[in-house]
């Protein structure tokens, strides 16, 4: 039976976990603090549970220098659960924005208050979305179906790579052919807002920096696009300027803990931009689920109802063990490192291209999730390539199912020592057989 230590887990989610975490888990999960109790039993509402949250959301904080002006939630339903949540809650602040601008031209007149935003949602309610991988084509056909009951036409696939490289995802369009709803100072309506997904896991592809597209130009932030990220894979895998988000959310389970906990990043005047579910009822909009319901986890300190505590505290645990290596400037570290990994397997990769094919263009390549064809997608070769990293204890290579192939997991977990374990086995298999 091999130890932690025999083997390179490279899984893609869930991710692999610093040991010390794991340790102090198995304590914690036993006997939390001497209480007598595991930290999967203990109450979310007692003050324990309340510090752990605390504490988990001051790491997050300090780690990426989250403005006062943000609020940290946590949340169920992982980055599948934000394709919906992100849909109700940002329509419900574009219907409170509209309805706050008719009420005050047309004099508080609630008839003709209702009618107007009624019109507005038909003709002018826009969700943005750039599709460049599976996961954002997902929340794009999520927001799709969600709207379905008011009609078409109001998802706007500003960007879909497939377009622009045969028909298959792995490159990122020009940001110039881009096809994004016009804001208000451009001449145009503005979207509720724009969706991206900064690292897609299953075809490797990661945007290189933000948009500049997207940047934001002034103080009115509703002359802006209101960007939404998906971080969920390459979370505190480098730094953010969070103040160009609006919202960014993201699954633990590769870069920060284990399953069951979804952090989300927003901005606290959306919190404060809601309308009644009275009113978005009567225009013809679903009210967002409660569990998905930004403001009331938010003033509910994320213990509205029965959050996981243990997977909190493990993802606290992640946060504060970056935080005492490489202290406030943990994530600029982290983006160095992650980028020192990436390049020792794709220089190896990029060596022999006969037998080593990297999926994504170039300048879209995924510092996360590094996917590969062998002899151009050869079953046996694929194969005979994985059962020989199995046997030297490098784990978690098969790409997903949807596309195959062999995909590597970079995750901020994954040591360099296991990265060199790796490239030594892929020079040893892009030699020639001894006859």
Known sequence: MPTREEVAYF?????????????????????????????????????????????????????????????????????????????????????ERRRRRA?????????????????????????????????????????????????????NVAMDARGANGGKFGAIPEESS??????????????????YCDNETVDGVEFPSFPSILEPTGKDEEDEHLVIADMSSNFLSRHVDVHKYAVIFGGAQKNIGI???????????????YPTPSFLHAVGVWSPPVIFHYPTIAKNNSLYNTIPIFSIWIAGEVMRALLTVHGTQATYSQENLAGEKAKVIYDILDADLEIFQVCPDRKARSRMNIC????????EREKAFLEGAEQRGLQGLKGHRSVGGVRVSNYNAVPMANVKKLALWLVEFAQPPVT
């Open 372 to 379: 590969f064809r062998i002899c151009g997608g050869d079953k």
């Open 103 to 155: 009420e005050k031209e047309l004099c508080s007149d609630e008839a003709k208050v209702l009618e107007r935003v009624r019109r507005e949602i038909r003709e002018e309610l826009r969700l943005d979305y750039l599709v460049t991988g599976s996961w954002s084509l997902k929340a794009s056909q999520e927001a799709a179906n969600l709207l379905e009951p008011l009609g078409t036409g109001f998802v």
């Open 178 to 195: 881009w096809k994004l709803t016009p804001t208000r100072k451009e001449g145009g309506k503005g979207s509720a807002f724009v969706y």
């Open 259 to 273: 399953t069951d906990t979804t952090l989300v990043i927003i901005r606290k005047s959306l919190l404060a931009t």
């Open 11 to 95: 899984g893609a989610g869930p991710a692999p976990l610093p040991t010390p975490v794991l340790e102090a888990g198995s304590k914690a999960f036993l006997n939390y603090q001497d209480t007598g109790l595991s930290l999967a039993e203990i109450s979310h509402r007692s003050p324990l549970a309340t510090k752990i949250v605390e504490d988990t959301k001051a790491a997050l904080s300090s780690l990426l220098e989250i403005p006062d002006s943000y609020e940290v939630l946590f949340l169920h339903g992982g980055g599948s659960g934000e394709f919906s949540a992100v849909v109700f809650n940002m329509v419900a602040v574009w219907v």
